[in-house]
């Protein structure tokens, strides 16, 4: 070992100050006496380092302030966190610190928390009155309900039953009466034919006035005169 590391050396001043101080095993102690004896430069760093050690051993003890012991001990504590966060990668600190979570004290309170959120948003909800999605929404359920409009009355009157039966035999009686007093045939089918279109003019449409009934009884009205007509004429010829 060269004259540097055993006198001025970090591992031979250490072992000094632990072989001053009483820190060695025996083993270690047996065998760094073994080497005074052979280095004469280790036994004189010895003896210097003893010297100095009796000189302060000799001064009055004083307790460290507090303030000075509280800013040691952070400085040191943040020098460790700065290694371990370099010798660690960003999973193991995420890791670190999502560790709380797996505690029971910390799932407990976290279930805690969620009930009361979940409890006071459906109070919330519960209180506030009904709105509709949207405006049109809310304009169409405004908007009145459109009145229903009356019948219009119908323009046509509808023949009453019996009317077209009544008017046919009116027709073939005035026929029947032309043949028995000896009218032409030619004559007899023109006078049949008008008798037919005299039935139809009965059931012309006409406009209703006050009511259904009314209209009723003046289209029938109405067919029997053309009829009674139609007749006269057809008997004309034969007085």
């Known amino acids: 070992m060269s004259e540097r590391n055993d006198i001025t050396g970090h591992e031979p001043d250490i072992e000094v100050v632990d072989y001053l101080y009483g820190e060695m095993t025996p083993e270690h102690r047996a065998a760094f006496e073994r080497r005074l004896q052979d280095e004469p430069a280790l036994k004189a760093e ?30 040191a504590h943040a020098a460790c966190r700065r290694r371990e966060r370099q010798e660690t990668g960003w999973l193991d600190r995420l890791a670190e610190s999502l560790r709380w979570l797996v505690r029971p004290q910390a ?8 009930v009361v959120a979940v409890g006071i948003y ?4 519960a209180k506030q009155p009904t709105r509709p999605g949207t405006p049109e929404q809310a304009r169409e359920e405004m908007r009145p309900l459109p009145s229903k409009p009356a019948d219009e009355p119908s323009a046509v009157v509808p023949a009453l039953p019996g009317m077209a039966e009544k008017g046919a035999e009116q027709g073939d009686a005035g026929v029947a009466t032309a ?27 006409v406009r209703e006035d006050a009511s259904g009934a009314d209209l009723h ?17 057809a008997e004309a010829p034969a007085a």
């Open 46 to 75: 010895v003896a210097r380092l003893q010297a100095l050690k009796i000189r302060l051993d000799g001064l009055p003890s004083s307790e460290p302030p507090p303030e000075l012991v509280e800013r040691v001990l952070a400085e």
């Open 107 to 114: 799932g407990i309170a976290l279930a805690a928390m969620l």
């Open 122 to 125: 459906m109070a919330r909800e």
């Open 179 to 205: 043949v028995a007093e000896g009218q032409p045939e030619g004559k007899k089918e023109g006078k049949k034919e008008g008798k037919r279109e005299g039935v139809g003019a009965g059931f012309a449409p």
């Open 217 to 233: 009884r003046k289209a029938a009205g109405d067919m029997g005169k053309d009829g009674k007509a139609e007749q006269a004429a």
